[in-house]
């Protein structure tokens, strides 16, 4: 069984930054590619940022590159979510996922991942 936390939520300006972080209670965590995704108010679940099991490989949405920034520390079973110049559009509630798959595979869609945290909120303000 996978568990997933997610923490660091909050109410930000507009151009100010945010971490999030997700912490796993799971003996496979450092075998699964982790992804982060997001809910905006009357939008599905869009994908955000992946990083692979190792942490050597990274994708983006466009909507976030070079905002953005995942990492993970397989010591402690965390991954995060650095957010910078953050927008009004950025606002959501924010989802860790583990990968279904244990290899080094990074996969971009929500079918790639089979376990789902319980969200966090984001707001940016104008």
């Known amino acids: 069984q996978v568990q997933l936390v997610e923490s660091g939520g909050g109410l930000v300006q507009a151009g100010g930054s945010l971490r999030l972080s997700c912490a796993a209670s799971?003996?496979?965590?450092?075998?699964?590619?982790m992804g982060w995704f997001r809910r905006a108010p009357g939008k599905e679940r869009e994908f955000v940022a992946t990083?692979?099991?190792?942490?050597?490989?990274?994708y983006f949405a466009d909507s976030v590159k070079g905002r953005f920034t995942i990492s993970r520390d397989n010591a402690k079973n965390m991954v995060y979510l650095q957010m910078n110049s953050l927008k009004p559009e950025d606002t959501a509630v924010y989802y860790c996922?583990?990968?279904?798959?244990?290899?080094?595979?990074?996969?971009?869609?929500?079918?790639?991942?089979?376990?789902w945290g319980q969200g966090t909120q984001v707001t940016v303000s104008t």
């Open positions: 990083i692979s099991r190792g942490g050597g490989r990274t």
């Open positions: 799971d003996r496979t965590f450092s075998w699964r590619a």
């Open positions: 996922a583990a990968a279904q798959s244990l290899t080094d595979s990074v996969p971009t869609e929500q079918r790639g991942y089979g376990y």
